[in-house]
């Protein structure tokens, strides 16, 4: 009988890549690699400095922060909806989820920001200089 190995991607990968968005990048951030625990610590971590009650996260590089972040939603707070999200590279999806909440408080938070020019509504975790 043989054991299988499984292999752990890496964070990091290294060599041109095609983002979602079409863009062009010499690297890539492969959030996949973050077990759910790692998304348990980042939630935590968002929990402390963000108040939402309740929570968006953008197909399908969002959804694991989400659900880790669905616990730390106060129901009966100020209204915001939060939007969530792995990395982010351009901001258009983000822009696009925000429109579908209109009249409604919405933050956004993200694990890594690979933009400059950081939209005050969106807080990263991660910046890439």
């Keep these: 009988m043989s054991l299988v190995k499984y292999k752990q991607p ?3 990968k290294f060599g041109a890549f095609t983002a979602h968005s079409g863009i062009h990048l010499p690297d890539k951030i492969e959030c996949d690699a973050l077990t ?3 998304w348990d610590c980042v939630a935590a971590w968002f929990a402390r400095k ?4 309740a929570v968006v996260g953008i197909p399908s ?3 694991k922060l989400a659900r ?3 616990q730390y939603a106060h129901p009966d707070g100020h209204w915001h909806m ?3 999200d792995d990395v982010l590279t351009t901001g258009k999806p ?5 429109q579908k909440y209109p009249g409604v408080g919405v ?6 920001a690979r933009i400059k020019n950081i939209p005050d509504w969106i807080q990263p975790r991660f910046v890439e200089q």
Aim: proline share 0%.
């Design 36 to 38: 759910d625990r790692d």
């Design 61 to 63: 590089g969002g959804l």
């Design 94 to 98: 983000m822009f696009e989820y925000r």
């Design 50 to 53: 963000i108040k939402f009650q």
């Design 82 to 84: 939060l939007i969530v």
């Design 68 to 70: 880790a972040l669905e």
């Design 10 to 12: 890496n964070l990091f």
């Design 107 to 112: 933050k956004g938070a993200v694990l890594f």
